[in-house]
């Protein structure tokens, strides 16, 4: 589905990526671990088009252009203080203007529903716990329907059960969405990812 190929980013003489490539298949889930300042969220801000890399390129060979969609749920959540959750996850779909408003939040209601935040709709995040708004993050990348989905430090900021919460999310969310993961925790690692990958001075070491 995705194939990365000889991808290098600079930052003065520092290497964030250097010659990085890799394949991905439809519905697999890798993740990238490594130490910090290794590269990892380099890499997923040039997937997701953050950052322009120096050389090289991200092709989905089975599109037609090479070209496919990425969501980004970041590491501190990056919500919106001044909307709710259905705010939140409606805004970006709703700036699009590529369905209707009712299209829009009859699709928000069901992912609402899939990651256990109806209730939670409206609102506010300085109202939800750090799980519920890492839940919100999630659904608000799901709303653009991405054909892959990047999680940068997932459970960083989550206590043991919030983790195992996020976790089992995860586990679900596996098959149906195709999934790249930066993680230092090995638990999360070992209980979600099919494949796994280690980055180190901008290079991606190994790949299992």
């Known amino acids: 589905m995705l194939s990365v190929n000889n991808l290098c980013k600079s930052y003065g003489s520092?290497?964030?990526?250097?010659?990085?490539?890799?394949?991905?298949?439809?519905?697999?889930?890798?993740?990238?671990?490594?130490?910090?300042?290794?590269?990892?969220?380099?890499?997923?801000?040039?997937l997701n088009g953050l950052e322009t890399p120096d050389s090289g390129s991200i092709v989905f060979p089975e599109n037609p252009d090479g070209k496919g969609t990425f969501g980004l749920v970041f590491q501190d959540y990056n919500l919106f203080p001044?909307?709710?959750?259905?705010?939140n996850i409606t805004?970006?779909?709703?700036?699009?203007?590529?369905?209707?408003k009712t299209e829009i939040y009859a699709q928000a209601e069901e992912i609402l529903s899939k990651v256990g935040l109806s209730e939670?709709?409206?609102?506010?995040?300085?109202?939800l716990s750090g799980g519920q708004k890492q839940r919100t993050a999630i659904a608000r990348?799901?709303?653009?329907?991405?054909?892959?989905?990047c999680f940068d430090e997932p459970t960083s900021a989550l206590d043991p059960k919030l983790?195992?919460?996020?976790?089992?999310?995860?586990k679900e969310?596996?098959?149906e969405q195709t999934i790249i993961i930066v993680t230092h925790d090995m638990d999360v690692m070992r209980e979600v990812a099919d494949i796994t990958a280690t980055m180190d001075d901008g290079k991606l070491k190994r790949v299992e």
């Open 14 to 46: 520092v290497k964030a990526l250097d010659d990085v490539s890799f394949n991905l298949e439809k519905g697999g889930t890798l993740a990238v671990i490594g130490p910090s300042g290794g590269g990892k969220s380099t890499l997923l801000r040039v």
């Open 82 to 87: 001044q909307y709710t959750v259905m705010g």
């Open 91 to 100: 805004l970006a779909p709703k700036l699009m203007k590529k369905n209707t």
């Open 120 to 127: 939670k709709k409206n609102n506010y995040p300085s109202q």
């Open 141 to 149: 990348a799901l709303m653009l329907k991405p054909d892959i989905l």
């Open 163 to 170: 983790t195992d919460e996020i976790v089992t999310m995860l």
């Open 173 to 175: 969310l596996k098959g």
